[in-house]
C-alpha cells in the first residue's frame, strides 16, 4: 500500500472513480519515474518525468486540490521541463549515457539504496499515519479551494511567499548578471561609427570582389570571359551607351608588366 | 430577471448520465472537426478576397467543401518518416498537439441549461472552479507537441523552429496568463460558467452622483486585459505576424517540416482547433459568452438567452474573432524575432502588471467602506501627483545636429572624397553618339541649366 492511498483511505470513503482513477494512473506514475531513471536519452528521461508529474497533478486534483493540480501541470510540466527540454535539445541528439562505470558496482549500490530508502519512508509513513484519520479538508474547502488557498497565502504566510519570492527574483537576476556581458558604452560600434570608421583614410569602402572571381580590375574596360576563359559579351547591360574609343585611349597603356 | 435562473452554476455539473456524457463529448469533437473544415475554407476565401482573387470555388456549392476533398487527401498521400527521426517522439508529437487541443474545449460553455432528451443539463461538457487554468494548462502542453515534433524529427529547420515556438509560447502564455487575472479578479471565480454568468448584467455605477448601468462585458470592462489577451492568444497560436515557429522564408515549415501524411494532418488540425479555442476563450471570458449582444438580449425579456439560441450568439463571437485573425494574417508583415520577444516581455508583461495593479486598487477603493470625499481625496491626489511627475519630468535636451558642411569639414584629411553638393555630372567626352543630345542629370534630380557650368564642382570639393 503506497502512502498516497494510504492519505485517500484515511480522508474516508475512496469513491470508485478515485480508485479507477488511482490504480491506472498509480503505475503510471511509477513507470515514468523508473523511465526518467533507465533511459538513457536525456529527452526521453524528461519526457519520462513529464509523464510523472502530469500523473501527480491529476492526483492533487483527485484529493480535491484542483488549484494545486493544475499549477503543478502549468508551472512544472509546462514551462519547468520545457526549460529543461529547451536545454536537452541544444546538448544535442546523439549524447546518451554512456554506460561504462566509473565507481565499480555503483549502480548496484544506487539500486540498494534507493529501494532501502523507499521501504523506510513507506513503512515509515505507513506507521505513523496508520489508523489517524484526515480532518479539516472541509473548513479548508469550505469558501472554495482557489479563495482558501488565497486567503492563507496572503494573511499567514504572506511572508514566506514574499521570502521565496525574494529569492526565486533573486537567483534569476543573479543568473543574469552572470550570463550577461555587458559592453560598455563605446565599446559596441553603433552604425554611424561603423559608416565614419569604413569612410576613414587608409580604409577602401568599396567592396571586395567575391569569392571565385579571377579579375584582376572591376573596370569595365576589363573583357568579361566565361569560366574556361574565353572573352563573352553580354556582361555589360544593354542600356549603357557604347563607348567609342578613339584609337590612342584604345591604345595600352603601358601598365601592363 | 428570469433567464438568470437558466444560468448554470457549478452546482449544476456532474450529474450527467453516461450517454449524455458520451454525446456532449462526440458532440464536441465533431463540432470542432467541421469546425476546423469550415474555418480552413473561411481563411482560404477571406484571405482571397482581400487579394482579390475568388478563392477556392470550384469543389461543391461556391467551393466549401474544398477543405474536406483536402483533409480526406492528406491521410492516404505518402508517410515519409526521416532516417534520423526518433521514431516514438517523432509518432507522439503530433498526437500530444492534437489531444491538448480537443482537451481545452471540454470547459468551453456553448449555453445555458437546455433539456436534451428530457434531461436538463447545462449546454457545456463540464466545469471545475479552476476551468480557465485547465484551459492554460492544455496550452502549456500543447507546447510539447511542437517541441517535440522539432527535436524529433532529427533535422536542423525544424529543431530550430522548435526551439523558437517554445520560447515565444512560454514567453506569451505569462502575458496570457496575467490578462486572466483581471477577469478572475472581477468575477470572482475561474469557473467558465460563472464568468459568463459574472457578465450577464451591467453593475450600477455612481459616478459625481450621476447613475449609470456599466456594462457587462469585461472586454469594455477590462479593455487594456482584452487588448493584451488578444496579442498573446495570436502569439500563442503561432499565427501572423506572430508565425515565428513556422516561418517559412526563413525555417521552410518550421517544426513540421518533416512531417507528411497523416501527421501533419494532425498539426494542421490542431494549429486551427487552437486558433478556435482561444477565440472561444476570448468569447467566454471578455465577450459575454454565449449571451446575446444588448440591444437583442433585450427583446421580450430574455428570450434569446434561453434554450438553444445562445449557441447561435457564441458561433457568432467566435466567427468574428476568427475573422480578426485571418485579416491579422492578410494584412500584417512578420515580425522579426528578437522585437516579437521584446514585444512580449518588456511591453505587454509589466504594462499587464502595472493594470492589474491599478484595478486592485479601483476594487479597493470601492470595497472599502470609504465615504465619497476620502475616495475623491485619493483619486485627486493620484491625478495630481501623475501630473507633477509628467510636468516634472526633467527632459533631456538633444545636442544641435551639425549640418552637412560643419560635418565634412570635421573629416581627417584624406578621407575618401565625397562628391560636392551641388556636383553635376557632365556627359563623358567619350560617349558621343547617344548621350550628347541628352541634358546632362544633376545631382538631385533636376536638370542642369546653362549659368552653373561643371567649373564650378572644383572649388566646392573637400
Redesign the interface.
Known amino acids: 500500500m503506497t502512502t498516497a492511498q494510504t492519505v485517500l483511505a484515511a480522508g474516508g470513503a475512496v469513491s470508485t472513480g478515485e480508485a479507477v482513477t488511482f490504480w491506472i494512473l498509480a503505475p503510471l506514475a511509477l513507470l515514468g519515474a523508473i523511465g526518467m531513471v533507465w533511459a538513457r536519452?536525456a529527452?526521453?528521461s524528461a519526457?519520462w518525468l513529464?509523464l510523472t508529474m502530469?500523473c501527480l497533478?491529476v492526483f492533487y486534483v483527485l484529493q480535491a486540490g484542483?488549484?494545486i493540480?493544475?499549477?503543478q501541470?502549468?508551472v512544472y510540466?509546462?514551462?519547468i521541463m520545457?526549460?529543461f527540454?529547451?536545454v536537452l535539445?541544444?546538448v544535442g541528439?546523439d549524447s546518451s549515457d554512456s554506460l561504462i562505470e566509473t565507481l565499480r558496482g555503483q549502480r548496484v549500490a544506487a539500486v540498494a539504496l534507493g529501494l532501502g530508502f523507499a521501504a523506510l519512508i513507506g513503512t515509515g509513513l505507513f506507521r505513523a499515519l496508520e489508523g489517524t484519520s484526515a480532518v479539516g479538508l472541509d473548513a479548508a474547502n469550505a469558501n472554495?479551494?482557489?479563495q482558501g488557498i488565497a486567503k492563507l497565502l496572503f494573511t499567514k504566510y504572506v511572508f514566506a511567499f514574499e521570502v521565496t519570492s525574494a529569492l526565486l527574483i533573486t537567483a534569476a537576476v543573479g543568473a543574469m548578471v552572470l550570463a550577461h556581458v555587458e559592453r560598455r558604452k563605446g565599446e559596441r560600434l553603433s552604425q554611424v561609427e561603423q559608416m565614419k570608421a569604413r569612410?576613414?583614410?587608409g580604409?577602401y569602402?568599396g567592396p571586395k570582389p567575391g569569392p571565385g572571381v579571377f579579375a584582376t580590375s572591376s573596370s569595365v574596360a576589363t573583357p568579361g570571359r566565361l569560366p574556361d576563359g574565353t572573352l563573352t559579351d553580354g556582361v555589360h547591360s544593354q542600356i549603357l551607351?557604347?563607348?567609342?574609343?578613339?584609337s590612342s585611349?584604345a591604345a595600352p597603356k603601358g601598365t601592363e608588366k | 430577471m428570469t433567464f438568470l435562473a437558466q444560468s448554470p452554476t457549478l452546482q449544476d455539473f456532474g450529474h450527467d448520465v453516461w450517454w449524455l456524457v458520451l454525446l456532449k463529448v462526440v458532440g464536441v469533437f465533431a463540432m470542432l472537426l467541421l469546425l476546423t473544415l469550415f474555418t480552413i475554407n473561411y481563411e482560404r476565401k477571406v484571405v482571397a478576397r482581400m487579394a482579390q482573387r475568388p478563392g477556392p470555388n470550384q469543389v461543391g456549392p461556391n467551393g466549401w467543401l474544398q477543405s474536406l476533398t483536402d483533409g480526406l487527401k492528406l491521410p492516404f498521400k505518402e508517410e515519409i518518416i526521416p532516417l534520423t527521426a526518433d521514431k516514438v517522439v517523432y509518432f507522439l508529437a503530433p498526437v500530444i498537439s492534437a489531444v491538448c487541443a480537443f482537451t481545452a474545449f471540454s470547459v468551453i460553455p456553448f449555453g445555458p441549461m437546455v433539456s436534451i432528451f428530457g434531461e436538463r443539463t447545462p449546454l457545456q461538457l463540464t466545469d471545475t472552479s479552476v476551468a480557465v487554468l485547465l484551459v492554460l494548462a492544455c496550452g502549456g502542453m500543447a507546447i510539447y507537441g511542437i517541441v517535440l515534433a522539432g527535436w524529433a524529427s532529427g533535422s536542423t529547420y525544424p529543431l530550430l523552429g522548435g526551439l523558437r515556438s517554445s520560447a515565444q509560447m512560454i514567453s506569451y502564455e505569462v502575458a496570457m496568463g496575467l490578462s486572466f487575472v483581471a477577469v478572475f479578479m472581477t468575477a470572482g471565480t475561474m469557473s467558465t460558467s460563472e464568468i459568463v454568468r459574472a457578465q450577464a448584467n451591467g453593475n450600477p455605477v455612481n459616478l459625481l452622483g450621476l447613475e449609470f448601468t456599466a456594462p457587462g462585458w469585461y472586454a469594455v470592462l477590462l479593455l487594456p486585459s482584452f487588448i493584451i489577451y488578444a496579442i498573446s492568444a495570436v502569439g500563442e497560436t503561432n499565427r501572423a505576424p506572430f508565425d515565428l515557429p513556422e516561418a517559412e522564408s526563413e525555417l521552410v515549415g518550421g517544426f513540421h517540416t518533416e512531417y507528411s501524411s497523416f501527421k501533419f494532418a494532425m498539426f494542421f488540425l490542431a494549429e486551427y482547433i487552437n486558433m478556435i479555442t482561444v477565440s472561444a476563450v476570448c468569447t467566454t471570458l471578455f465577450l459575454g459568452g454565449w449571451r446575446a449582444p444588448w440591444p437583442i438580449s433585450a427583446i421580450n425579456d430574455g428570450m434569446f438567452n434561453q434554450g438553444w439560441w445562445p449557441m447561435l450568439w457564441f458561433f457568432a463571437k467566435v466567427l468574428v474573432l476568427l475573422f480578426g485573425f485571418i485579416w491579422l494574417r492578410a494584412t500584417l508583415p512578420r515580425l522579426r524575432y528578437d522585437q516579437f520577444m521584446r514585444f512580449g516581455w518588456k511591453v505587454l508583461i509589466p504594462v499587464n502588471l502595472v493594470w492589474i495593479l491599478a484595478l486592485a486598487g479601483i476594487k479597493t477603493l470601492q470595497n472599502k467602506a470609504t465615504d465619497d470625499g476620502t475616495r475623491y481625496t485619493i483619486i485627486g491626489a493620484l491625478i495630481l501627483a501623475v501630473l507633477l511627475i509628467t510636468l516634472l519630468w526633467p527632459s533631456r535636451t538633444p545636442a544641435p545636429a551639425p549640418n552637412l558642411e560643419e560635418q565634412l569639414a570635421r573629416r581627417p584629411k584624406g578621407s575618401y572624397p565625397v562628391p560636392p553638393l551641388d556636383l553635376q555630372v557632365p556627359p563623358s567626352p567619350r560617349t558621343r553618339r547617344d548621350v550628347a543630345e541628352r541634358q546632362p542629370a544633376m545631382a538631385g534630380g533636376g536638370a542642369a541649366t546653362d549659368e552653373t557650368g561643371p567649373a564650378n564642382s572644383d572649388e566646392k570639393e573637400v
Open positions: 536519452n529527452v526521453h519526457l513529464v502530469l497533478g484542483p488549484f493540480g493544475m499549477v501541470i502549468i510540466t509546462g514551462a520545457m526549460l527540454l529547451f535539445m541544444l541528439r472554495g479551494n482557489v569612410f576613414a583614410p580604409n569602402p551607351p557604347t563607348r567609342e574609343l578613339t585611349e
